[in-house]
């Protein structure tokens, strides 16, 4: 089968991350967490009591090391060697991750190790911005949402699991926010590419989620 790069864009909590793991193992892609990477270096930040600020940022950039490994079913997320997986998950670090994002040089950054990734196989890349400037040449552009109440339960849900402490109103406003703040950024923003296929999967199963993504994909392969 020929090489091919699968865009995936949409808002927080669409289930971006979860859902292309699962197509990329179906279809022997590899899965890019875009969003992991950008975790990562507002960890990094958090960690070294770094202002998530461009000025503060720009000495700091060449001292973050980022990798993403799969590790069986689970993508690891290394910083700097450390498996940081689990910690990039936690509230103030999403919400670290949506400002250090607006930082055109952490994006620029970012954004040419995703494209060499890209390059050197098959892949499935989800985040803000994959079809509309970092793959913006992707063979096929899906843009996956959801209704704010769907996705706030959804992570609510998710991090019951996971024996988090965790409030819905709250987590509701943290979704509103991040919404308001990718999309409002000056750089590279969140937004449908023109060509890309919108889903919403609100009314949706995860698995039909699953299926309609990869019945797009198999049509150009």
Same mark, same amino acid.
């Given at each position: 089968?020929?090489?091919?790069?699968?865009?995936?864009?949409?808002?927080?909590?669409?289930?971006?991350?979860?859902?292309?793991?699962?197509?990329?193992?179906?279809?022997?892609?590899?899965?890019? =967490?875009? @969003?992991?990477?950008?975790?990562?270096? %507002?960890?990094?930040? /958090?960690?070294?009591?770094?202002? !998530?600020? $461009?000025? #503060?940022?720009?000495?700091?950039?060449?001292?973050?090391?980022?990798?993403?490994?799969?590790?069986?079913?689970?993508?690891?997320?290394?910083?700097?060697?450390?498996?940081?997986?689990?910690?990039?998950?936690?509230?103030?670090?999403?919400?670290?991750?949506?400002?250090?994002?607006?930082?055109?040089?952490?994006?620029?950054?970012?954004?040419?190790?995703?494209?060499?990734?890209?390059?050197?196989?098959?892949?499935?890349?989800?985040?803000? =911005?994959? @079809?509309?400037?970092?793959?913006?040449? %992707?063979?096929?552009? /899906?843009?996956?949402?959801?209704? !704010?109440? $769907?996705? #706030?339960?959804?992570?609510?849900?998710?991090?019951?699991?996971?024996?988090?402490?965790?409030?819905?109103?709250?987590?509701?406003?943290?979704?509103?926010?991040?919404?308001?703040?990718?999309?409002?950024?000056?750089?590279?923003?969140?937004?449908?590419?023109?060509?890309?296929?919108?889903?919403?999967?609100?009314?949706?199963?995860?698995?039909?989620?699953?299926?309609?993504?990869?019945?797009?994909?198999?049509?150009?392969?």
């Amino acid at each position: 089968m020929k090489q091919v790069a699968i865009a995936v864009d949409g808002p927080a909590g669409a289930g971006k991350s979860s859902i292309s793991k699962v197509v990329a193992k179906e279809l022997g892609l590899v899965y890019i =967490d875009t @969003g992991a990477m950008y975790r990562a270096a %507002a960890l990094y930040a /958090i960690k070294h009591s770094i202002p !998530i600020t $461009e000025p #503060a940022l720009i000495p700091h950039l060449d001292e973050i090391e980022i990798e993403l490994k799969n590790q069986g079913e689970v993508q690891q997320v290394l910083l700097n060697g450390e498996d940081v997986t689990g910690k990039i998950r936690e509230p103030e670090v999403s919400m670290g991750a949506s400002t250090i994002a607006t930082i055109p040089a952490v994006r620029l950054k970012l954004v040419d190790l995703q494209r060499d990734m890209a390059k050197k196989c098959s892949v499935i890349m989800d985040g803000r =911005d994959i @079809g509309t400037y970092v793959l913006p040449d %992707a063979d096929v552009k /899906i843009y996956l949402t959801a209704s !704010i109440e $769907e996705r #706030a339960k959804r992570r609510f849900l998710e991090m019951q699991e996971k024996g988090m402490e965790c409030d819905m109103e709250t987590l509701r406003e943290d979704i509103r926010k991040r919404d308001e703040q990718d999309s409002g950024r000056a750089f590279a923003p969140l937004r449908r590419a023109e060509d890309a296929i919108f889903l919403d999967s609100t009314d949706m199963t995860f698995d039909e989620v699953v299926a309609t993504m990869i019945g797009y994909i198999q049509k150009i392969r």
